[in-house]
């Protein structure tokens, strides 16, 4: 297996710090401490603590990216289901850590936005980004005739992803899965209920 280069060791402990510590909370000694490495290598490879971030950020996004399609990819599935399945590796995956650890995206949009304008453009790239497969999972559910069709698919993707982060950000302070679990209930019950067809 070959060994990780300083630049991935840095933003792979860049992840696992700004977790644990936030964006704000991070100094560049914390992430350097936690890689082993010198400092010197983070200046080596980063121009700034905020492009740095970017980079963690993009990475996080790379993975994430994956986890959708595991789920809406699915072609076992049908649309309306792989939704579902998306917050059941969610919810697997933020148990694991004991509902301590969020999403980095929706943790940096709260401490970041105002406070770095190329955070905050990479942000909404992301988001855009992101809000795309699950419009087309809906649009296919709209199609199939398994939930309402009220709603356009991009808005009804912006709502469900805008309200998981919601629910997370619950998760946190509960250190409990019933905003996850509250949330799928509600929605699934209701602005994606499953809707009678032949």
Known sequence: MPKLSNRDAIKAAGLRVMFRQGYHGSGVRDVVAEAGVPQGSFTNHFRSKETFAAEVLDDYFAHTTKLVEQALGDASL?????????????????AADDFTRGCLIGDFSLETAQA???????????????????????????QAGTIPARFAPDDLAEFLLASWQGAIL?????RSRAPLDRFRRIAFETTFRETPHD
């Open 78 to 94: 049908a649309p309306r289901e792989r939704l579902l399945r998306y917050l059941e590796i969610i919810t697997a995956r933020l």
């Open 170 to 174: 619950r998760m946190k302070v509960e």
């Open 116 to 142: 770095s304008e190329l955070l905050r453009q990479r942000l909404a790239e992301i988001f855009a980004d992101w809000l795309k497969p699950f419009a087309a999972c809906i649009a296919a559910a709209q």
